[in-house]
């Protein structure tokens, strides 16, 4: 079962910039239609007790922060992205138009199956960019694995998937697995030359561990290529697949 992240010294902070106790933040919280006893509000700041997604929300109100602080984390998830702006489920579908049960399922297996309509709304709403989107969606395995077999072998034959799942013109993904597979070529060729040159096994190690490096930040080495194009809102034009 998926549950909010929180961070019980980011609510210890906030609740001290603001000055209040923690009698004073239920009370508080109360009055906002969200009833909880000071006792409810010590045992999430020692972090015996997590807040329902109600109670965090009625929280960030009283303290005066943004959710991020209470959560301790930059959204990762759809979860954490509509938790990140207040939004409850029912909010959310209702803004897309989805029936609530169709996107809790969606939001609780990280797999998003919206139509282009739905998953516009989505970005909007949520205010994301086509770098987390892609995330969001769950596809980042998905563009990783492409980015693997491209660079090691035909890149041109995946610039049609990757440009479907990132929503990328295919100018701009080929300009960026191109150079992906030259980078990815200059390291086996550097250590088939320290092999034929019979250097030390350490160079080989290093060599070798560059590349194991260059593999584990592969979909993020992508949108630095992409750049600014990454860290837009998407669908911008109309779909062209």
């Known amino acids: 079962?998926?549950?909010?992240?929180?961070?019980?010294?980011?609510?210890?902070?906030?609740?001290?910039?603001?000055?209040?106790?923690?009698a004073q933040v239920a009370q508080s919280m109360t009055a906002c239609g969200t009833p909880v006893?000071?006792?409810m509000v010590e045992a999430w700041e020692y972090g015996s007790q997590v807040p329902t997604e109600p109670q965090l929300f009625a929280l960030a109100d009283v303290l005066w922060c943004p959710l991020t602080?209470?959560?301790?984390v930059e959204p990762r998830t759809l979860a954490e992205h509509r938790q990140a702006r207040q939004m409850s489920?029912?909010?959310?579908?209702?803004?897309?138009?989805?029936?609530?049960?169709?996107y809790w399922a969606a939001e609780s297996a990280r797999q998003w199956?919206?139509?282009?309509?739905?998953?516009k709304a989505l970005v909007e709403a949520?205010?994301?960019?086509?770098?987390?989107?892609?995330?969001?969606?769950?596809?980042?395995?998905?563009?990783?694995?492409?980015?693997?077999?491209?660079?090691?072998?035909?890149?041109?034959?995946?610039?049609?998937?990757?440009?479907?799942?990132?929503?990328?013109?295919?100018?701009?993904?080929?300009?960026?697995?191109?150079?992906?597979?030259?980078?990815?070529?200059?390291?086996?060729?550097?250590?088939?030359?320290?092999?034929?040159?019979r250097n030390d096994d350490s160079r080989l190690k290093e060599v070798a561990a560059e590349r194991s490096a260059y593999l584990r930040r592969l979909v993020d080495h992508f949108?630095?290529?992409?750049?600014?194009?990454?860290?837009?809102?998407?669908?911008?034009?109309?779909?062209?697949?």
């Open 37 to 39: 006893r000071p006792e």
């Open 89 to 102: 489920v029912e909010r959310l579908s209702q803004l897309i138009g989805m029936d609530p049960a169709e």
């Open 69 to 72: 602080v209470l959560m301790g």
């Open 1 to 22: 079962m998926y549950s909010t992240p929180f961070s019980p010294a980011g609510a210890r902070s906030a609740r001290a910039r603001v000055g209040l106790s923690t």
């Open 126 to 197: 949520l205010g994301l960019s086509l770098r987390k989107l892609i995330g969001v969606m769950g596809r980042d395995e998905e563009l990783s694995g492409h980015l693997r077999a491209a660079i090691d072998g035909r890149w041109k034959s995946h610039v049609g998937p990757v440009a479907k799942i990132t929503t990328l013109n295919k100018t701009r993904v080929s300009d960026a697995l191109r150079t992906m597979h030259a980078e990815f070529a200059e390291f086996s060729e550097r250590y088939m030359g320290h092999v034929v040159a």
């Open 223 to 241: 949108w630095d290529l992409i750049g600014e194009a990454g860290e837009a809102p998407p669908f911008n034009t109309v779909p062209t697949y």
């Open 113 to 119: 199956s919206g139509d282009y309509r739905q998953t």
